[in-house]
Each structure stands twice: as C-alpha cells, then as structure tokens.
C-alpha cells in the first residue's frame, strides 16, 4: 500500500492521523518547543539552502514557480533525498511538517517530489 504523504505547519496541533511527523526546515520554528512539536524526526539536510530560503522569503509570491524549480534542482543533488525517500516506504502516513506562514513552501514542493 503506497505512502500517505501530508503537510502541516508546524504551530498546528499535532494528531494521530499525521502519522510519522519529520520536520523539513533547515531552522527549528520559532518560539516552538521540542515537546509541543511532537516530531519523529528533523531532517533539516532536505530544506533549501540558506541563499535559497532567504531569497525566497523577500518575495514569496513573486517567485514562487522559481524557487519550486530551484529547490528541484537541489533536491536532486541531495543524498539526504534517498534517505527520505526509504524511510518513508516504511511508513503509512508520513506528514512534512514546515513553519512557513506561506502555504506555498519548500514541503509542498517536496511532498510532491515524493509522490512521483
């Protein structure tokens, strides 16, 4: 049965139906403790690069479809994608937990690299 791949932010309240919880941010969320954010697992080696994210948060809606295309790019440059890409045949549900106030982030983009 193939893999249940959500997304959800960060400050959202943890459930049951989230499943295996990894956070994809390279930065911890703001103000969050370990304890509330109920994650399995911080891969933080999956998230953007630094230059990319902070390009990207000047100007989100404008560059959007650019920075998709560039976090492709480094996507598949990351070995770190592989690795995610075992763990979670492994799992049922798997949500990629992001703290982006902007639902247009780096999790979506890789939720659907995933599901490929």
Do not use: Q
């Not at 933080?44 to 404008?62: A, D, M, T």
């Amino acid at each position: 049965m193939p893999t249940i791949i959500k997304i959800k932010r960060a400050y959202e309240p943890a459930s049951r139906s989230d499943g295996y919880r990894i956070l994809v941010d390279r930065l911890w969320p703001r103000g969050l403790s370990r304890e509330k954010a109920h994650l399995n697992l911080w891969m933080k080696e999956i998230g953007p690069s630094n230059e990319l994210r902070k390009w990207f948060h000047e100007n989100p809606e404008k560059r959007w479809r650019e920075f998709s295309k560039e976090y492709l790019a480094e996507l598949r440059k990351n070995h770190h994608l592989k690795e995610l890409k075992e763990l979670i045949k492994t799992k049922r549900v798997v949500t990629l937990v992001y703290a982006s106030k902007n639902i247009k982030n780096n999790a979506l983009v890789l939720a659907k690299r995933l599901a490929r």
